[in-house]
């Protein structure tokens, strides 16, 4: 809701890499959106179309994920990526410590961080059970392997827009 009481809405519309079916580009580099097989290398390499979507259901998941998780959980557990509040050095210490955790696979890793946020969420059991869907279909699966659980997402946000 706004100030004068009128319903807002926001529209998610583009990720950064967006490509046409034929054509190949350099992905953008937002990290910690990124998924893993981007990495944090300087170049990454020219994508197509299948890469490039299957990328954007990585970071279209993290988005979801902080959408529907309470921001405390997300702190707590070092997985709240959104930079309003981090300085310049603060911001690129996260975005290190999450690509060395991902390099070593250790339990500061995303994936870890992300399950830790959704456990310690003071969401419903529907909600807890559409975002662990979220994670097993959209983040921990590698690159051609990720698809969105929408029939769950669109019961789930109609189930909160009743209340």
Request: hydrophobic share 35%; with cysteine.
């Amino acid at each position: 809701m706004n100030q004068q009481g009128e319903e807002e809405t926001c529209q998610l519309i583009d990720f950064g890499s967006c490509v046409i079916k034929e054509q190949k580009r350099y992905p953008t580099s937002s990290p910690p959106w990124n998924p893993p097989e981007l990495g944090r290398t300087a170049t990454p390499p020219l994508a197509d179309f299948e890469f490039t979507s299957q990328a954007d259901l990585f970071s279209l998941a993290l988005v979801l994920i902080h959408i529907l998780v309470p921001s405390e959980p997300l702190r707590s557990s070092k997985a709240f990526f959104l930079r309003t509040y981090a300085t310049d050095q603060e911001w690129e210490q996260t975005c290190l410590d999450l690509d060395q955790a991902q390099q070593q696979g250790s339990s500061s890793s995303l994936e870890f961080r992300l399950v830790q946020a959704i456990q310690n969420a003071n969401v419903s059991h529907e909600e807890k059970t559409v975002l662990c869907n979220i994670m097993n279909s959209a983040i921990l699966p590698p690159n051609g392997s990720r698809w969105m659980p929408w029939q769950e997402i669109f019961h789930l946000k109609n189930d909160m827009s009743s209340e």
